[in-house]
């Protein structure tokens, strides 16, 4: 059985920092593409950052320069380095296996950015 489990969320100023990591267990972690999506109050579930089995990365155009994903094979966990924080970058974040918004998800993680 899949499990994707977010931490790392929290209450942060804008312009700071906050790490999100995602363990994944149940599955041939290192063969699968993982991606980071979040969702804001009333709005639709959108893509942050996708990351390869290979390690190549994308972005969405809004986080590009601030966030960076990666991923450690050896801990079966993908990460999220969030900088210079935006209010408009509140919202639950969510992992998913695979990094094409279907299939597993993990239960989210709330991210708050205070101006």
């Known amino acids: 059985q899949v499990q994707l489990v977010e931490s790392g969320g929290g209450l942060v100023q804008a312009g700071g920092s906050l790490r999100l990591s995602c363990a994944v267990s149940?599955?041939?972690?290192?063969?699968?593409?993982m991606g980071w999506y979040r969702q804001a109050p009333g709005k639709q579930r959108e893509l942050v950052a996708t990351i390869t089995s290979g390690g190549s990365t994308n972005y969405a155009d809004s986080v590009k320069g601030r966030f960076t994903i990666s991923r450690d094979n050896a801990k079966n966990t993908v990460y999220l380095q969030m900088n210079s924080l935006k209010p408009e970058d509140t919202a639950v974040y969510y992992c998913n296996l695979g990094g094409r918004g279907i299939g597993s998800w993990g239960q989210g993680t709330q991210v708050t950015v205070s101006s």
């Open positions: 149940g599955t041939i972690f290192r063969l699968s593409a």
